[in-house]
Nanobody
Framework: QVQLVESGGGLVQAGGSLRLSCAAS????????MGWFRQAPGKERELVAS???????NYADSVKGRFTISRDNPKKTVYLQMNRLKPDDTAVYYC?????????WGQGTQVTVSS
């Protein structure tokens, strides 16, 4: 049973910051690449940040320089630090494994950035 539980979203003004957390279970977390995805109303889900099992990271151009993904393997948790938030960052944010052929998605956590 794979379980991925996102938390940390909320309401924030443009220019503010949030830190998202994703607690994982049911996977061998320490050898699993993880990512943060987001989906805004009327848009497809997109990958915004990823991190490999050894800590190499990659970011979508839209968030590069503002977001930082990290992981804590003993805690089986992946984080997304979001700084200098913009209204177009508003979306439901999800975490998941990278490269899973049939991913299942949790509830996500809502991030709303006001202007």
């Amino acid at each position: 049973q794979v379980q991925l539980v996102e938390s940390g979203g909320g309401l924030v003004q443009a220019g503010g910051s949030l830190r998202l957390s994703c607690a994982a279970s049911g996977i061998t977390f320490s050898i699993t690449a993880m990512g943060w995805f987001r989906q805004a109303p009327g848009k497809e889900r997109e990958l915004v940040a990823s991190i490999t099992s050894v800590g190499s990271t990659n970011y979508a151009d839209s968030v590069k320089g503002r977001f930082t993904i990290s992981r804590d393997n003993p805690k089986k948790t992946v984080y997304l630090q979001m700084n200098r938030l913009k209204p177009d960052d508003t979306a439901v944010y999800y975490c998941n494994r990278i490269g899973s052929p049939l991913p299942s998605w949790g509830q996500g956590t809502q991030v709303t950035v006001s202007s």
